[in-house]
Structures are given as structure tokens and as C-alpha cells.
């Protein structure tokens, strides 16, 4: 029997899957170092997320509709609500109302929380920079969440070449 | 639902403010002999007319109970010799084992008291579900007539021994085999979804497996001398494959929903079993005591008392009401 999209797309995400944030912000910090091994752990689960997304949802096209179709499954398939905001040729903006780094412990400052948050984002952006698009993409966002709002906007475009 | 059970607080609140609002002027008014004996007729009919509902309510609650016990009583002898299979359930068992004593170890070894919390919810989990294997081990052996062996629970530590003396003696009907392999696999599932969980929601030991073997694999790129992961993976995937099946097998069976159709029945039956007899205490108490003692020169006394039995039988009306809308709903 055919599975349908929502069971392929539940046993990826439960064949990668992300280290806990709240548990690997605490031992990073006490270690004093493994920023970087996160971040290649992470674009790692991240690729292999994206191109398993890209096959089930038999997406070919490498553009920004694409990364917006593939951004849409995947926060669905975590059970994440989010507001699509933008969309061109150069720029998809979402607007999401949780994010794993606000279950990270009341303890953990600020300072620390951004940090990781520019770790887990930008090598998500890599990731699918490099696998949707082909080309350089970057990824901003506001971090209006962990800055107690109720909604941050994360914003992915390509990068102008001169 | 909601919406009806709302109207229902509503109507039993406004109809229990009314009869005690009723209650208190037949308390300070005056009331002749005459009015009171119809009053305490009437309310005695109440009574016998909200018994006799909720006893026929109380019979088809049992039969009900009665009928979904029968038909999970059937089932169970398949599925102990088809997905709970002496060697799926040793198989399982063994893993559980492993897991227990590799997160315990962890457990011990570090010093972040998040990572410590992960790590002791898998050894909790574990070893619930190993109390309840065994449990489940022992009924298939003697409902199959095999000899009794000792090997899950030679295994056990004192504490998962207590916890599994414990388990053992509440299951005593054959439908609760069903019963215990379903707590093995909620264990183990917890929520079908994947969402992102807020606050101190109870995680299944499959996600915490699964998030505990990536962090394991973070912290092999940090120290690069641990194969904690590998053998981790290696059993969670056998699990994995074992659990689902037994999930799966269920969920088709539909046997979470009879399940808890069976422990609403239940719970109906036992809180209105005490409903039932505070409405035959009642009307003896009005027939044996008040009434062959009411006359005209009595009556200022027993006015008080008449008018609380009298509000009662209003709120037994508005119980019946949730009463019916919990019967319903079985």
C-alpha cells in the first residue's frame, strides 16, 4: 500500500532528527565550544531533510515557489502554524509563532539564544541555498520570539551578484 | 460536546440556585400540614420515578461494559499468539534491557542536568514498559498453559520488581491483556504528531530515543571516541520495527477506542452507583421517619427538612440530565 504524503513525510522527519535545543544549549555552553559541529550536524539533518522533502513532494523546479512549497510541508509536518508573508522571484518571508529556541530553559540569557538561533537558521539556509536553489541564498529574521513578541518573521532571499 | 456539557453546568447551576432559593422562602413562610404532605408525596415520587432512570441508566452502562469486555476478551488469545509472540516479547524485552542499562550509565556520567533529565526519562520509560512485558509474558503463558519461566523477571532489580508485583496484581480480566499491551505502545508513541511540545507535556521514549541518539551523535563530533550511538540506533531501530507492528495492529483493531469506551462505562458506572443510592436513601428516610411522624402540631419542625428533600429531588433532575449526556457518549 502507497503512503501517502504525510507518512513519508513523518518518517523522515522521525529518521532525522534535530538534537534537542534545550538540552544541547546547556552542554555547548558548559563545554565552552561545538558551535561549529552543531551547525554541520544541523545543515547534515538538513539536506537530507530537504532532498527527501524535494523527492516526495516530486518538486523539480528550483525556484523561490519552490523553497516556499517546501518551507510550507515542512513546518507542517512539525505541526508548526505559519503565515506565508512575501513571495517573489528573489524573496519568500514567513511569519511563524514558535520556535524550538523557546523551549530552552528560562536560565539560558538572551545573548546565548540568538546566538544559536543565527547557528540553526543560517545553516538551514545554506542547506537549501545550496540543494533548491543552486545558487546563494541568505536567511534573516528578526527574533521577535525570543525577544518576547508573539510572531517573528523570517525572511529568505537570493543573493544579488554584480 | 462542549457546547452541550456547558449548557448542562448552566441549567444543573441556575436549577440548584432556584430550588435552593425555593428552599429558603418554604423555610420562612408559613406552610400548613396539608401543603406539606404534598410536598413530601411528591418529592418521594421524584425520587422513585429519577431512580428507576438511573437504574435502567446503570444496566445499560453494565451491559455496555459487559459487552466491550466480552468482545476484548475475545480478541486478546490472537493477538498472544500472533504480534505479542513469546519471541517478539523477549526480543522487545532484551532491548528495553539494553537501553536501561546504557541510560543509566549516561545518566551518571554527565553533569547538565537537562541532559540528565532526557536521559532518566528514557531509563523511566523503559522500565515501565519492561513491568508491563512481563506482565504481559506472564498472562501469555499461562492463558497458553506453558510452563512459567523466570526470565523477565530474573532480570529485574529490586525497585522494578515492587513496580511489577504492583502491575501484575491489578490485572485480573483477560480483556486487560489489551489494556497492558496498549500502555506499552503509548509509552512508546506517546502523540502521533510531531509537534512541538510546550511545557512539561509527556514525551514518548521514542522521540526522547531519537532526539537522545542525536545528541549522542553531537557529542561523538565533540569527543570522537563513543559508539553509544551506533548500538543506541541499532536497538531503537529493532524496537522500532517491533512496537510498530504491535501499534499498528491495534489502532486497526480499533482497540484504543474500545479501551476507552470501557473506562468511561466504568467510570459512569462506579460515580453513579452513589447517585443510585442517595436516591433510594432518600425517599426511605421521607417514608420511615418523616411522614408516620408528620402531623399538624409537627410540622413547623419538619418544614426545614421537607424543604431540603424536596430541593434535592430538583437537582436530582439536573444530575439525571449529565447523567443521560454521559450515557450517551458511551
Known amino acids: 500500500m502507497k503512503k501517502t504524503v504525510e507518512e513519508q513525510m513523518t518518517a523522515l522527519l522521525t529518521k532525522y532528527t534535530y538534537p534537542p535545543v534545550e538540552v544541547v544549549i546547556p552542554i555547548l555552553q558548559k563545554a565552552g565550544r561545538g558551535d561549529e559541529e552543531l551547525a554541520s550536524q544541523i545543515r547534515e539533518i538538513d539536506m537530507s531533510v530537504l532532498s527527501g522533502t524535494m523527492k516526495i513532494l516530486n518538486l523539480k523546479e528550483?525556484?523561490?515557489?519552490?523553497?516556499?512549497?517546501?518551507?510550507?510541508?515542512?513546518?507542517?509536518?512539525?505541526?508548526?502554524?505559519?503565515?506565508?508573508?512575501?513571495?517573489?522571484?528573489?524573496?519568500?518571508c514567513l511569519s511563524i509563532s514558535d520556535c524550538p529556541m523557546l523551549h530552552v530553559g528560562k536560565n539560558v540569557d538572551n545573548a546565548v539564544k540568538s546566538r544559536f538561533c543565527d547557528v540553526l537558521c543560517s545553516s538551514t539556509a545554506k542547506a537549501m541555498a545550496q540543494l533548491v536553489l543552486g545558487k546563494e541564498g541568505s536567511c534573516s529574521w528578526d527574533k521577535a520570539l525570543i525577544k518576547g513578541g508573539r510572531k517573528c518573521t523570517v525572511a529568505f532571499e537570493l543573493v544579488k551578484t554584480k | 460536546m462542549n457546547y452541550s456539557r456547558n449548557v448542562l453546568i448552566v441549567i444543573l447551576v441556575g436549577m440548584s440556585l432556584i430550588a435552593s432559593f425555593l428552599a429558603w422562602r418554604n423555610i420562612t413562610s408559613p406552610t400548613d400540614f396539608a401543603d406539606?404532605?404534598?410536598v413530601l408525596t411528591t418529592t418521594t415520587t421524584a425520587f422513585g420515578s429519577l431512580l428507576g432512570i438511573i437504574t435502567a441508566g446503570l444496566m445499560f452502562t453494565h451491559g455496555k461494559f459487559s459487552e466491550l469486555a466480552s468482545e476484548l476478551g475475545e480478541k486478546s488469545p490472537d493477538y498472544l499468539s500472533g504480534d505479542l509472540s513469546l519471541e517478539r516479547v523477549?526480543?522487545?524485552?532484551?532491548?528495553?534491557?539494553?537501553?536501561?542499562?546504557?541510560f543509566s550509565l549516561l545518566e551518571t556520567q554527565t553533569?547538565?542536568?537537562?541532559?540528565?533529565?532526557?536521559?532518566?526519562?528514557?531509563?523511566?520509560?523503559?522500565?515501565?514498559m519492561y513491568v508491563n512485558l512481563a506482565v504481559l509474558s506472564d498472562l501469555k503463558l499461562i492463558q497458553q498453559g506453558l510452563v512459567q519461566t523466570d526470565l523477565m523477571i530474573s532480570a529485574m532489580d529490586p525497585q522494578l520488581y515492587v513496580d511489577y508485583r504492583e502491575e501484575r496484581s491489578r490485572v485480573k480480566k483477560e480483556w486487560q491483556i489489551l489494556a497492558t499491551a496498549k500502555r506499552i505502545v503509548d509509552t512508546w508513541e506517546g502523540s502521533r504528531t510531531l509537534l512541538l511540545e510546550k511545557g512539561e507535556k509527556r514525551t514518548s521514549l521514542h522521540r526522547d530515543l531519537r532526539e537522545s541518539i542525536s545528541l549522542l551523535g553531537l557529542k561523538e563530533r565533540l569527543d570522537k571516541n563513543s559508539n553509544v550511538r551506533t548500538e543506541t540506533g541499532i536497538i531503537y531501530n529493532q524496537l522500532s520495527e517491533n512496537l510498530d507492528k504491535i501499534g499498528k495492529q491495534l489502532r486497526q483493531d480499533r482497540i484504543h477506542q474500545l479501551l476507552s469506551q470501557m473506562e468511561n462505562a466504568n467510570t459512569i458506572r462506579g460515580k453513579y452507583f452513589y447517585l443510585a443510592l442517595?436516591?433510594?436513601?432518600?425517599?426511605?428516610?421521607?417514608?420511615?421517619?418523616?411522614?408516620p411522624q408528620l402531623s399538624a402540631g409537627t410540622a413547623s419542625f419538619f418544614q426545614p427538612i421537607i424543604s431540603i428533600t424536596s430541593s434535592l429531588s430538583v437537582i436530582g433532575i439536573a444530575f439525571l440530565l449529565v447523567y443521560i449526556n454521559r450515557i450517551l457518549k458511551v
Open chain 1, 62 to 92: 528550483k525556484n523561490m515557489r519552490t523553497v516556499s512549497k517546501m518551507f510550507g510541508v515542512i513546518l507542517s509536518s512539525y505541526g508548526q502554524k505559519y503565515e506565508p508573508v512575501e513571495l517573489s522571484e528573489t524573496r519568500f
Open chain 2, 36 to 38: 406539606l404532605r404534598i
Open chain 2, 90 to 102: 523477549q526480543t522487545i524485552g532484551n532491548n528495553l534491557l539494553a537501553l536501561r542499562k546504557t
Open chain 2, 111 to 128: 553533569a547538565v542536568e537537562e541532559e540528565r533529565n532526557l536521559y532518566r526519562r528514557v531509563v523511566e520509560k523503559t522500565s515501565l
Open chain 2, 278 to 291: 442517595a436516591f433510594i436513601a432518600t425517599p426511605l428516610f421521607i417514608n420511615l421517619l418523616i411522614l
